[in-house]
């Protein structure tokens, strides 16, 4: 047995915004994916996922009785008991989704009367499958929005207007010709964990100063970021990448690992490079902005770096 694939996301703009409304833009990511499987010779990961989906068939049957969508239990715990597990390339704790693809795939094995992709995805059906892969992925994160699964699922770009107000976006097509500038990821070595991250920015959150950051300038810059990408206004968009890149320095700290604090600070003086968070920090990736990637592949030379997009 083996499922259909579900690919890894990356959030360009939003992170933390998007928990107060500001917009956001998620794009999926097909570099790493997985799927679900029953293997005859199953390593140590796969028998560590399945004890991971058993705890997580129980969440989801608890889950159940608020009514929200209802899943073919017969069917998924048979598969489990039979070793099934989650065979993935998603690194966990980087940033790019790990838990919303296993999220997305369990939806569209087991739930009963699911919304598929290929109906006509109104507002109110893409609101919906937010709420429920919200709920569901809470068991992996405390709390959810939902967007991770959502944007695995779909397989599509997300725009985030605000909560409520989502839409499948058109992103600019990218040709690598001639392109100098890209979007890529910058490998810290270090996993992440979301939760503590989150837990920081709650206790930051009632601090009236931090909020007045985040509403003046946190959240003007993002909303300004996703309107330039979408449009393909390039030069505003480093202008702006710029600005966000120095609220995060200043006002994210605890977010950016330590050894990050000088070469992000350098990207912002140089020009070579923008950095940002890559999801809830911590660890993980970091997501990187260039109008030169050479330029930026040779300021960044002791570092991994992934393109994810061209300019």
């Not at 995805?121 to 709420?131: A, H």
């Not at 009236?208 to 505003?236: I, N, P, W």
């Amino acid at each position: 047995m083996k499922g259909p694939l579900f690919y890894s996301k990356i959030l360009l703009f939003g992170e933390y915004g998007i928990i107060k409304d500001s917009k956001g833009l998620s794009i999926p990511y097909n570099f790493f994916k997985g799927a679900l499987k029953v293997s005859e010779n199953p390593d140590n990961d796969a028998v560590r996922s399945n004890e991971n989906l058993k705890d997580f068939a129980k969440y989801l049957e608890e889950m159940q009785q608020d009514g929200v969508v209802k899943f073919d239990f017969d069917k998924l715990n048979a598969d489990i008991d039979e070793g099934m597990y989650f065979d993935s390339s998603i690194p966990q704790g980087y940033g790019v989704g790990s838990s919303g693809a296993l999220v997305a795939a369990v939806y569209d094995k087991y739930a009963n009367d699911k919304i598929t992709v290929l109906e006509n995805l109104t507002r109110e059906k893409l609101l919906k499958l937010k709420e429920i892969f919200g709920l569901m992925e809470s068991f992996f994160h405390g709390s959810s929005s939902g967007l991770d699964p959502l944007n695995s699922y779909l397989s599509l770009p997300i725009l985030i207007h605000s909560k409520d107000n989502i839409e499948p976006a058109g992103i600019p097509s990218q040709s690598t010709e001639n392109k100098k500038g890209a979007v890529f990821l910058l490998d810290s070595g270090i996993v992440g964990e979301t939760a503590p991250m989150v837990s920081i920015f709650m206790e930051n959150m009632k601090q009236e100063g931090f909020r007045k950051m985040l509403k003046d300038q946190f959240v003007k810059y993002t909303d300004a970021c996703v309107e330039d990408f979408l449009t393909g206004d390039v030069k505003s968009l480093f202008s702006n990448i710029k600005e966000l890149s120095h609220v995060v320095l200043d006002n994210f700290k605890p977010m950016i690992p330590k050894q990050f604090h000088s070469l992000w600070k350098k990207g912002i003086e140089t020009n070579d490079y923008y950095l940002k968070l890559c999801g809830s920090g911590g660890g993980g990736y970091i997501l990187g902005f260039t109008q030169d990637f050479d330029k930026a592949q040779a300021s960044l030379k002791d570092y991994k770096l992934e393109v994810v997009y061209n300019f």
